[in-house]
């Protein structure tokens, strides 16, 4: 499937920025189930000191915000072919090693409620792919996709226990969960072709696990699959704070605002268009 993304992000300022810097992971990169065929950036009221690849091996682009600037405006465009693997993206690959995927973070702690959650699933633990299928099942079950109740800094202990949140969440809490029966889990944060709309709010996010024999494999938890070709992957990490589309620090510019437009849609061929499904955005 040839899938074409559009994606601003705004900062707008009170004050004018005096200094401050900011990572982009918005930059997709031809991997198992991808092919970047084109891919663009342009920035308005800051620039490009420096491109690497990060721990986990994203893309990273640093910028400065121009002193006296009241607003960045950061426009990515691109196209990007994809396939159905179902979700099997392969062998693990980048700087960090798989027991760096063991580690609980901030966001991905298990408490009570994530120990009971794993307690409560009957599936031999021993048979990793049907175990993470049954907890996929499980997390979305106890937790309604609900916008507007849990922001960037909800753990997956508390979106649990809410028993509300987003794809964010979900992710969270499957992350959280296998990492308590020692399978190694990563967040990712990339885009999903919608079936009822082309304009997003947000990106969308989901979760990866390593199975043995078949390396990292996804888990969608808000739409009940393993990603296919309507999905884009653009950044991973342990959890949802190594793949943030943007973060950085500003001096000066008072209080500010963000907004974000993203249209995530497929080139039509000969045409025709692929049948469409649908799915969720990511806060």
Partial sequence: MLLTVTHTTRYVFTEAVTHGLQRLRLRPKSTHGQEVLDWTMDLAGARVEAEYEDQNHNHVTLVSIEQGAEEVVVTCSGTVRTSDNNGVIGMHSGHMPLWCFL????????????????????????????????????????????????????????????????????????????????????????????????????????????????????????????????YIRVASGCDYSEAAPVTGVASGGGDSHLDVQLSVAEKVLGGQQQQQSSGTGQQ
């Fill in 103 to 230: 580690r609980p973070t901030a966001l991905t702690k298990p408490g009570s409620k994530v120990r009971q959650l794993v307690s409560s699933i009957d599936v031999d633990k021993g048979d990793t792919l049907a175990f993470l299928h049954a907890l996929s099942r499980a997390v979305g079950q106890q937790v309604e996709y609900v916008p507007g109740q849990t922001d960037v800094g909800t753990t997956a202990e508390e979106a649990l226990a809410a028993g509300k949140g987003v794809c964010q969440d979900h992710a969270h809490i499957m992350i959280s969960a296998g990492r308590l029966v020692d399978i190694p889990m990563r967040y990712v944060g990339g885009y999903l072709k919608m079936d009822d709309r082309e304009e997003q709010e947000a990106g969308h996010g989901w979760a990866e696990a390593h199975v043995p024999g078949l390396g990292w494999v996804g888990f969608d938890v808000s739409n009940e699959v393993c990603p296919d070709d309507r």
